[in-house]
């Protein structure tokens, strides 16, 4: 008891003094949380860079507990005087000994991170710990251009806070994560709702932007009692239209007190089973944790009207042994909206392997998570779920945007086979045994699925009991994940459409070479056959020729001998190559016997013209049947042979 009263004296002074803490019973259980460790309680709540003694804290590192607790309290004793340093020391000044006030370190205030996230922006703001939860607010109206009367944070670990919360009251870590709500600009009402024949009273929270027929119908479910069948005390005499908002109806804020019973005999009443039962239904913009349906003090059978003959019950979501699943979800989606309204996530109208390749099948950048929703009727949170879970604003937004939404009714057995059977082909055979072990009242599930390279992993399974945060915070853990899994994916695209374009770009480029190559070798073709028709040309040309040479070599008459009795001339003829050809004729030959002659030797007369030397004269310009010596090339002449122009 000594050393608990000396601690108990000695926590209340080092907790005023360095921790701000004034409450002896906080500075107690700091203690007791520490195991009486006055150093480290006092670290806990200030580290050692925001006024914790630094020489002393090394000092209790060396020295042990004890000396710890002595050095913590040697910082805060007051100095000692001369009389009490004379004095012999007492247990009490034994455990509080004197420093010097040169070992103190001016105290700074300790700051506070916080990482907010709101849509896809996140801003880091840093505050004193003695700040309200308000200035975090602010801060955030300039940041995210958000007005605080819509904005509220979520995240604490404590609840829900309001905005003249000290910061230092939550003894928060340095480090902390919140998201950014905005909620609509209505308030919550607390409805206080007597059910006559049941002696039964049931607490609803309402945001006021429900209607009223949203009302009846939510208390239609709880009482088994039909809309038509309803009958109300307590409605202010403006509520006179069922579609008006509860903000609009006048009712009393917070707190209104209505009354509601059958229109029907007595008769068909139920039995009152529970003096009292208080049932929160969850709003989008609060919602409080709920284990199972012993929470709401109903049957479940008698809560939604799932048990009664005289209840009216609503038609199934998804019609037994369906052959196409698209015909399933389209009555799936359609009954839905009937029941809970058009403001629902969208469902995908398909089969799960089809919603597969639209999450995780296309592009890096285009890919999302695939939210698989299990519905069934049978159970106590069906309607909740859907009503206050997948129709809010704020989950309907996020769902849209980051995921593709695949749903199916397991309240028919046949149903829930088939949807094993398919989830053991697409996810395997545990995710199917998962789904196996969960009992009716923990339905509904809504599965979030992530695509990966050669599976497909199950990320969450999120069950009905549950609030709008608690699903908001699991649907955006999956997104975290998802997106680091995404930003690898992308830069693994990337990078493989990267390689592919170099290697597109070079297989082009070979083609290109390939064609060039192609046409080279074509026009070389081409050309080689081009002079190779042409020699054949010339070829047969010149054989033409030799054959005309030949014909006229043959045809020419013997040469005269130099000596006989007919006239001789003797000429010569000079070639363009400088060369003479020298031979006899009759003087009666005929100049055409000279121009075969010529030709015979490789110069045809159509091409040469042969002329005398003086006076220069065209012989071939002649009549061909004159003879020599009437061409007066006689006794010898000497000629030269000249291309034609």
Not at 453 to 482: H, K, P, W, Y
Request: with cysteine.
């Amino acid at each position: 008891r000594g050393r608990d009263s000396r601690c108990g004296r000695t926590s209340r002074t080092a907790d005023l003094a360095c921790t701000g803490i004034d409450n002896i019973a906080e500075a107690i259980t700091l203690l007791e949380l520490n195991n009486w460790d006055l150093v480290a309680a006092i670290n806990g709540v200030m580290p050692q860079e925001n006024g914790i003694l630094q020489s002393e804290a090394s000092q209790a590192n060396i020295y042990g507990p004890h000396s710890q607790a002595a050095t913590a309290e040697a910082a805060v004793a007051p100095p000692a005087t001369s009389s009490s340093s004379s004095s012999p020391p007492s247990s009490s000044s034994a455990f509080c000994p004197v420093l010097p006030s040169r070992h103190i370190v001016e105290r700074q205030p300790r700051m506070l991170n916080f990482r907010v996230e709101y849509r896809q922006r996140t801003v880091e703001v840093v505050v004193e710990e003695g700040s309200a939860v308000g200035e975090i607010k602010h801060i955030l109206e300039t940041e995210l251009q958000v007005p605080i009367s819509k904005m509220q944070l979520k995240g604490w670990k404590s609840g829900d806070v309001s905005d003249i919360t000290v910061l230092r009251s939550l003894h928060l870590p340095k480090n902390n994560s919140l998201y950014v709500y905005t909620h609509l600009l209505f308030p919550n009402f607390l409805l206080v709702i007597s059910h006559r024949e049941a002696q039964r009273d049931y607490n609803l929270n309402f945001p006021g932007s429900r209607t009223i027929q949203e009302v009846k119908r939510n208390v239609s479910d709880l009482t088994n009692i039909p809309v038509r069948h309803q009958q109300w005390e307590g409605w202010p005499a403006a509520a006179s239209d069922d579609s008006m908002t509860l903000a609009a109806s006048g009712i009393s804020y917070p707190c209104h007190h209505l009354s509601v019973c059958r229109r029907s005999s007595p008769a068909n009443n139920q039995e009152p089973t529970e003096e009292c039962a208080d049932v929160h239904m969850v709003s989008d913009s609060e919602g409080d944790d709920f284990e199972d349906a012993s929470e709401f003090g109903v049957d479940e059978s008698e809560m939604f009207g799932m048990g009664s003959s005289t209840g009216c019950r609503k038609a199934a979501l998804m019609p037994e042994n369906s052959e196409n699943e698209s015909d399933a979800l389209l009555h799936f989606t359609a009954e839905f909206s009937t029941r809970y309204g058009e403001c629902h996530p969208v469902f995908f109208i398909g089969t799960l392997e089809a919603a597969s390749q639209e999450a995780f099948y296309g592009k890096a950048r285009d890919r999302k998570l695939l939210a698989i929703y299990l519905h069934n009727d049978e159970s106590v949170l069906s309607n909740v779920f859907c009503s206050q879970m997948m129709c809010a604003d704020s989950i309907v937004a996020y769902l849209s945007q980051n995921f593709i939404t695949w749903a199916w009714d397991v309240t028919k057995e046949a149903n829930k086979a088939r949807l094993l059977t398919i989830c053991t082909r697409h996810f395997g055979s545990v995710v199917a045994q998962t789904i196996r072990t969960y009992k009716t009242d923990q339905f509904p599930l809504l599965l979030t699925v992530m695509g990966k390279r050669t599976s497909n992993e199950v990320l969450n399974v999120i069950q009905g009991n549950t609030t709008v945060d608690e699903l908001m915070m699991r649907l955006m853990g999956a997104m975290e994940i998802f997106s680091a899994q995404q930003q690898e994916d992308i830069k693994d695209e990337d990078e493989r459409e990267a390689r592919e374009m170099v290697k597109r770009e070079q297989d082009e480029a070979y083609q290109l070479s390939l064609e060039a190559d192609r046409k080279k070798r074509e026009a070389q073709e081409r050309e080689q056959a081009e002079q190779l028709r042409l020699q054949q040309i010339q070829k047969e040309a010149d054989d033409e020729k030799e054959a005309i040479r030949l014909s006229l070599e043959h045809a020419l008459p013997p040469e005269p001998a130099e000596e006989g009795g007919e006239p001789i001339s003797k000429l010569r003829i000079r070639t363009p190559s400088g060369e003479f050809l020298v031979r006899r004729f009759l003087g009666s030959t005929k100049l055409q016997i000279l121009f075969d002659f010529v030709a015979s030797k490789g110069y045809p007369w159509d091409d040469f013209k042969l002329l005398t030397t003086f006076p220069r004269r065209n012989i071939t310009q002649l009549d061909p049947a004159s003879s020599l010596l009437e061409a007066k090339l006689f006794p010898q002449e000497t000629l030269f042979l000249e291309a034609k122009e």
